[in-house]
């Protein structure tokens, strides 16, 4: 995939027509404290595997994945008994919503920052995911994305996808031992395609399930 690829998101019909909107990403990205419906959850497990969706597929080894430079989400996040309790998110470029607000939950509320990815090659081609992280490393590294994007759209604002290989990074705790932190390399910088409803339909028989 060269720099002239056009990536077209199954969701774009949301996206702003404007690319250069995105210059402000940065600055609301740096307020983050240290920092879709039915879509898969792509998450990082304990041992450091990526993994999505219920069944815990891994993505394909070196996949490249796009991330819409438009879903970047920021708000707040409550769990009781492994449940989610309560979430509200809300546009990046908005005020993160006051704690205020948010009433009582059992085990408190905690920040989260999420964005959505489609794979753009080889076996998972066309499967959108969600990345939600609630964990210092994690809005760390989404904080970083942001930034990159806010600087990528306001020198070639053309070109402000990120396509990434999903990695890791990490450190020892104290108490917890080895700690996984998410690592999105950037492998080069793509357009946004013209909008499409159509989503590809997910491979099956599978057998990459952890």
């Not at 989400?73 to 998110?89: C, N, R």
């Not at 920040?111 to 090659?121: N, R, T």
């Not at 604002?157 to 990695?167: Q, R, S």
Request: glycine share 8%; net charge negative; aromatic share 8%.
């Amino acid at each position: 995939m060269s720099e002239n690829n056009v990536i077209a998101f199954s969701n774009a019909s949301n996206l702003p027509s404007d690319p250069a909107a995105l210059a402000n990403l940065g600055v609301a990205a740096s307020t983050m404290a240290t920092a879709g419906d039915g879509v898969d959850i792509l998450r990082l497990l304990r041992d450091g595997a990526w993994v999505f969706g219920a069944e815990n597929i891994e993505p394909e080894e070196d996949s490249r994945w796009a991330i819409n430079p438009y879903s970047f989400k920021h708000g707040h996040i409550a769990w009781a008994d492994s449940k989610v309790h309560g979430e509200i998110m809300v546009p990046i470029m908005q005020p993160m919503p006051p704690r205020s607000e948010l009433g009582d939950a059992p085990e408190g509320w905690s920040e989260q920052i999420s964005f959505l990815l489609q794979c753009v090659g080889g076996e998972d081609e066309g499967q959108v995911v969600e990345f939600k992280t609630t964990s210092v490393g994690g809005k760390r590294a989404a904080t970083k994305m942001a930034t990159s994007i806010s600087g990528q759209a306001q020198e070639n604002p053309e070109y402000v996808v990120p396509v990434i290989v999903l990695n890791t990074d990490s450190y020892q705790h104290k108490k917890y031992g080895k700690i996984y932190t998410p690592i999105f390399d950037i492998a080069e910088w793509a357009s946004i395609g013209d909008a499409t409803d159509k989503v590809e339909a997910k491979p099956e028989g599978r057998k990459r399930s952890r």
